[in-house]
């Protein structure tokens, strides 16, 4: 997650409503089963799905029932069949992602709160090897480093440090109780289209604790990220240290079919 990022939350796409009275539980079943599927990006568009009884027998139907269930998917436009080579997802389709990235200021304002950050450090330096390696550039290329601590009302809740590639004008705009996520659009040209996350827990170090309010030694979640654009190019890396009692990390994990 990005060190502007807080959660990560599920996003429903709206499906079409079947009812069960009209074609049947097990039809009702297999057609949101199916659909979930293509909402997910399981098979992609363009893709030709599994051939029937393959298709049946790992969704635990008859082959007639999935027949009524494609036939509705057809109908809505969402999958097409060729009578010689099966069913294809439609190519217009476009599966919702599972999750979505929140910045931390709009997971606050997602809840009715406010967020604020007090900058703790901003500099221009010059990129460590891990941090090159991370962010796809030369060794000792020119980076901005961030570090602020996040608060939501007044309560602090993490310690938010980032490092910025290709960025330089970030260094000179004052990101106090400022999203960067928004910070790097407007200002700086560069969207965050997705994160590569992962979330470890650790004991608080002492500077940690005090600039949270916990006691030295007691538990943080820290999110580990590198962020990207919607080219895939690798912009920011960085860490936040949540205190435990007040950060949730919240995904949806699915199993294909």
Known sequence: ??????????????????????????????????????????????????GERDLATSLGVSRSTLRVALGLLNDEGRLERSSQRGWFVAREVVGEPPSTLQSFSEMARARGLTAQARVLQMRERPATFEEAERLRIAPAARVVELRRLRSMDNVPICLDVSVVANA?????????????????????????????????????????????GIDAGAPVLIGDEVAYTADETPVLAGAMSYRSDAYRFQADLFRPL
């Open 1 to 50: 997650m990005a060190p502007d990022t807080g959660e990560v939350a599920l996003v429903q796409a709206e499906e079409p409503v079947v009812q069960e009275q009209a074609v049947g539980t097990a039809v009702a079943q297999t057609y949101r089963k199916l659909g979930d599927a293509l909402r997910r990006g399981s098979f992609p568009p363009g893709s030709r799905l599994p």
């Open 168 to 212: 330089p004008a970030l260094a000179s705009l004052d990101m106090t109780d400022r999203s960067l996520y928004e910070a790097l659009e407007h200002e700086c040209g560069i969207r965050i289209a997705r994160s590569s996350y992962t979330v470890r827990a650790d004991a608080a170090d002492e500077q940690t604790a005090e600039l949270l």
